[in-house]
């Protein structure tokens, strides 16, 4: 029998629900259950792959090529699983389903409402009936209650409750400010949100407290009160070291425990969790710095989440603590890059669209490779580093991307064949996870241990394999082929320290207890 739980905010966006989420997943897995878990995204795109990252973040893929939320990233990392395009829904992919249906007459002329049409369709995703079979499916509600989008999921949520009755808990994650003017700590927020629940007709079963000093037994008492939640449903999530320790934290406050005594499931022991407690001792061990430069044009964390909790997670298993350092390609000149790059030990050079910072991308890539500093290319960063030795090494000083320059001469990298007659943007690219052969001796061959691989995917553009023989005579291998359509994933300059460039996204692939080997090797060889 399948149980749902539902993951709910209120106050303030940006609270945690994504790891919140993550973490009743993992600690529900650590005793055996078959968990998944869900985004609900309230805003009306049909998916975040054509939003600027400024906007929302990084773009997350999963392996049967949906782009979705970053926080999808989130369930992988903590918990292993592997996300599909049911694992992320947005109300335009709500809206379009049903719209699509009434133009084909399914609904036999009736009006098309709200309720019901909009939340029978949002309820038969929430519940996967044809799906695998889970133990537990978890489902974040993007946004905050009272958010005039969020409307029709809560009315979802609310219809559920009524009709899986004892198999549906609803877990509500609010924010306890604290005014350090009056040195108090304040629960009328959170009374509050839940009220607004309430309202909505959904009482919630469990409160996760997001507060930044830790909370009294007395205090978490009037939550309980005031909020008609028993007190050993009220749990408190405080600043954590790093979002790892979270999951540690809800197990030793019982949160597991209580969410199942909801269910009226024995809760049994408590399970050891033993390869996450050996993570965060590497994890406290790590205390010598690693300096990593991050190459790109989005000043703004969220927009390379996955390559920077990759590096991350590579840094706790070698026993360092990776401090990434943004630079933007924006600036670099050929007189400023060895300022701008100065004093770090290895350069990532990030993904992206569009001509913005091509060419601090390109100088970069030069300098890296002319000064033997371990480099790592991912998609267009990979690109770049291809232009740039068709540039320097080739000697085409024409040579560019057909994205960047559709008339060069010397289009190194060009559109994919299957991307040529496509008018639209949304869902497009070469999405996905598709196999690569490594060749036999190359440096990475070496690093994944396997001859064949599969990593996930998101371009449109490919390296032009007209001008491989010219790479592969002056020093840059194309190490990495789909044996399928000979597409090249990989280069690899084999005498440096370490220079590889990826056409795919070996970040998505990264979890806290599987690190990706590409960047545990990076990190081993700089650290």
Not at 242 to 261: E, H, K, T, W
Not at 268 to 291: D, I, T
Not at 451 to 477: C, D, K, P, T, W
Request: aromatic letters at 8%; proline letters at 4%.
């Amino acid at each position: 029998m399948t149980r749902y739980i539902f993951v709910t905010g209120g106050v303030v966006s940006s609270l945690g629900k994504g790891i919140i989420s993550s973490s009743i997943g993992k600690l529900l897995q650590a005793r055996g259950y078959n968990i998944t878990i869900q985004k609900f995204d309230p805003y009306i795109n049909i998916d975040p792959g054509t939003l600027n990252p400024y906007e929302h973040g990084e773009c997350y893929v999963t392996v049967d090529g949906m782009e979705t939320d970053l926080d999808l990233g989130h369930y992988e990392r903590f918990t292993g699983i592997r996300t599909t395009r049911r694992n992320s829904v947005t109300t335009g992919r709500i809206y379009k389903t049903v719209i699509d249906r009434e133009r084909r007459g399914d609904y036999l002329g009736k009006t098309i409402q709200v309720v019901p049409h909009i939340t029978d369709e949002i309820k038969r995703r929430m519940l996967r009936v044809d799906d695998e079979q889970f133990d537990f499916v978890i489902t974040e509600i993007g946004g905050t209650i009272g958010d005039i989008e969020s409307a029709p999921f809560l009315e979802a949520i609310r219809q559920l409750r009524w009709e899986l009755g004892k198999n549906a808990v609803s877990v509500h994650l609010t924010y306890v400010p604290y005014l350090k003017a009056a040195d108090e700590l304040k629960t009328k927020p959170t009374q509050h949100s839940v009220k607004e629940m309430q309202g909505m007709g959904i009482q919630p079963d469990v409160l996760v407290l997001r507060t930044e000093k830790h909370l009294s037994d007395g205090m978490r008492q009037k939550v309980a009160s005031f909020c008609n939640v028993d007190l050993e449903c009220v749990v408190q999530s405080e600043d954590m070291p790093s979002i790892y320790d979270v999951p540690v934290s809800m197990q030793n406050q019982g949160l597991d425990a209580a969410i199942l005594r909801k269910f009226g499931i024995p809760v049994g022991e408590k399970p050891a969790m033993s390869g996450w407690h050996a993570f965060l001792e590497h994890q406290r061990n790590a205390q010598r710095e690693v300096h990593v430069g991050l190459v790109g044009k989005y000043d703004l964390q969220d927009a390379y989440k996955s390559i920077r909790e990759s590096l991350n997670l590579a840094g706790i298993y070698n026993e360092v603590k990776v401090k990434m350092h943004f630079i933007n390609s924006e600036e670099i000149t050929k007189e400023n890059v060895g300022e701008k790059l100065a004093g770090m030990a290895g350069i990532m050079i990030c993904p992206g669209f569009g001509t913005r910072g091509i060419e601090g991308k390109i100088i970069a890539a030069e300098y890296t490779r002319t000064h033997d500093i371990p480099t790592f290319g991912i998609c267009l960063g990979m690109q770049m580093m291809v232009i740039e030795f068709a540039r320097n090494v080739l000697g085409y000083a024409d040579a560019n991307s057909r994205e960047m320059d559709s008339e060069t001469p010397h289009n190194v990298i060009d559109i994919m064949e299957s991307q040529k007659n496509l008018t639209e943007m949304g869902g497009t690219m070469r999405l996905g996870a598709y196999k690569c052969l490594l060749t036999e001796g190359s440096r990475v061959k070496a690093i994944y241990g396997s001859e064949e691989i599969s990593e996930r995917h998101r371009h449109r553009y490919e390296f032009n394999n007209e001008f491989m023989a010219q790479y592969e005579e002056n020093g840059m291998l194309c190490v990495g082929k789909n044996p399928e359509s000979n597409l090249v994933e990989i280069v690899e300059i084999p005498g440096l320290k370490w220079y590889i460039g990826t056409q795919f996204h070996p970040e998505y692939s990264s979890t806290v207890l599987t690190p990706h080997p590409l960047f545990m090797d990076f990190i081993k060889t700089i650290k």
